[in-house]
């Protein structure tokens, strides 16, 4: 199986057991939303959820280029605090395909581009829920949304694919990510401050009493969040998937959109612009 220059091994071997997904439908899932993902990936170091064996058997997260990968794949180097690392870019649907054959499901992104790696362009808060409380986060990312809009931002919504949202927005670039955090966890506090019922900034599970956490501590040098467009290692085969406003009302799970029913999702959007 060969799909845009890339020879695709074992096409049959089951990935998302559950679904009966192979690792041939996987790539064909994203060789057909590459060019809706690529954009998100333009030019941001990559880590790698890797499933050798499926989901149902313990993945890695890989962050570093591995030796054998071929020149086509971009690479930069990135510093680290035992020296550097190189990491991975994907910048076109080749890569992105030789990556999916290495067993990736997930592909995470850094808040900043190889060009200016220690300014963030971008800007993420991750809500997720604690146990069967989806209404809970569902309101959590509406006071955000509102906070945020009165701060003169403009957050977009995407459903992680796995439990919760995240909102998004882009920032000029200058201040580095350790300015940025701070800055981000004082909103983060303020907002809590104004729903102090819903949401928490305690970063132990333990001591956040059946709240919504405002996670902003992914806005940090080496952090990544999930990528648009991504499949998710669930049982649902979740899609990180990017939402207007007002879906969210109707948003039942956070992998509500799946490889089943994404394409039918967007060929919808697609009508609705016309």
Request: aromatic share 10%; with cysteine; charged share 30%.
């Amino acid at each position: 199986m060969e799909l845009s220059g890339i020879e695709i091994t074992h096409p049959e071997k089951i990935i998302f057991p559950e679904k009966n997904i192979t690792k041939g439908d996987m790539a064909a899932y994203y060789d057909k939303i590459a060019d809706k993902m690529l954009p998100y990936l333009k030019d941001r170091p990559l880590t790698l959820h890797r499933f050798p064996s499926g989901i149902e058997d313990q993945g890695f997260y890989q962050k570093n280029a591995s030796d054998y990968f071929p020149g086509f794949i971009k690479r930069v180097e990135i510093e680290t605090e035992e020296g550097t690392n190189t990491q991975i870019i994907c910048n076109d649907k080749k890569t992105l395909l030789y990556l999916v054959n290495q067993n990736t499901v997930a592909f995470h992104i850094w808040m900043s581009k190889k060009d200016k790696i220690r300014e963030p362009d971008k800007v993420v808060f991750d809500l997720d829920p604690p146990e069967n409380s989806f209404d809970k986060v569902k309101e959590a990312a509406k006071v955000l949304r509102n906070f945020l809009r009165k701060k003169k931002k403009d957050p977009e919504l995407m459903t992680t694919g796995q439990s919760g949202f995240h909102l998004s927005y882009e920032i000029r670039r200058g201040k580095d990510f350790d300015t940025i955090k701070k800055e981000l966890r004082a909103m983060a506090e303020e907002v809590t401050n104004l729903r102090p019922d819903l949401l928490t900034t305690k970063i132990r599970k333990d001591q956040r009493g059946g709240k919504i956490f405002v996670d902003y501590l992914r806005n940090a040098y080496a952090q990544t969040a999930v990528c648009p467009y991504s499949l998710r290692p669930n049982k649902e085969a979740g899609i990180a998937t990017p939402l207007e406003w007002e879906e969210l009302s109707k948003m039942e799970s956070a992998s509500q959109y799946n490889y089943n029913n994404i394409f039918r999702r967007l060929g919808q959007l697609k009508k609705e612009d016309h």
